[in-house]
């Protein structure tokens, strides 16, 4: 199986040069680096070509690396149904430079592309719809950064009097805790019913009964 991937990937990576940035294959898989503005020239490239044939886009997600100059990571998988095979692309960008959409390749990019947007904050660039989809259309931020708040900025309930759903700002109901993470015998600061034998001396616990 890895020998009909390294075959994939030097493949692409002749057909493509300037558009792969490098390969890899681990646990069977093959993972390809590209470059963000080839994006929809790699993706036509892999359907149309009758050594590639992904013609299943089967999602697009995001990952968050605040710590790094492009934070975000976007990963691409397909399938070729006709020669069983799968390939994972990925590309990184930034919270200002959006990606080229791949809606004109795969139609069901639109609703991913739309996923990563609501949870991440990824912008496409030629999406026909980019808006929410998981989240309230009020909703504030991102919620899949490593930065956002678990608590969130708002909350939502509804208002018997108005009649409707109000947004209110976040208000904890109780105060955060502090776990010390030691154990419950290290954390014992008296002596639990029963447990007198402990101040007795090896002298009196050898004593008969």
């Not at 605040?66 to 960008?93: A, C, G, H, W």
């Not at 996923?115 to 989809?133: V, Y």
């Not at 639990?192 to 008969?208: F, I, V």
């Amino acid at each position: 199986m890895d020998e009909r991937l390294q075959e994939l990937a030097a493949h692409l990576a002749a057909a493509l040069p300037e558009a792969v940035i490098a390969s890899e294959i681990r646990h069977h898989e093959l993972a390809v680096r590209v470059e963000r503005t080839r994006l929809v020239e790699i993706l036509r490239f892999l359907r149309d070509d009758a050594q590639c044939r992904f013609n299943v886009l089967c999602d697009i997600c995001g990952v968050d690396y605040p710590d790094r100059p492009e934070r975000f990571e976007v990963v691409y998988n397909l399938l070729s149904l006709s020669l069983n095979q799968r390939i994972r692309l990925k590309l990184t960008t930034t919270e200002d430079d959006p990606v080229p959409s791949a809606t004109a390749v795969y139609s069901s990019a639109g609703w991913w592309e739309r996923e990563a947007w609501d949870l991440f904050g990824i912008s496409f660039a030629g999406n026909p719809d980019l808006r929410r989809i998981l989240t309230d259309y009020g909703f504030e931020g991102h919620p899949l950064r490593k930065d956002f708040p678990l608590t969130g900025y708002v909350e939502l309930r509804y208002d018997e009097e108005q009649k409707r759903v109000v947004y209110e700002p976040v208000r904890l109901q109780q105060e955060f805790r502090r776990f010390d993470f030691l154990s419950p015998w290290e954390g014992m600061d008296h002596i639990l019913p029963g447990d007198e034998k402990a101040d007795q001396g090896p002298q009196d616990a050898e004593k008969p009964r």
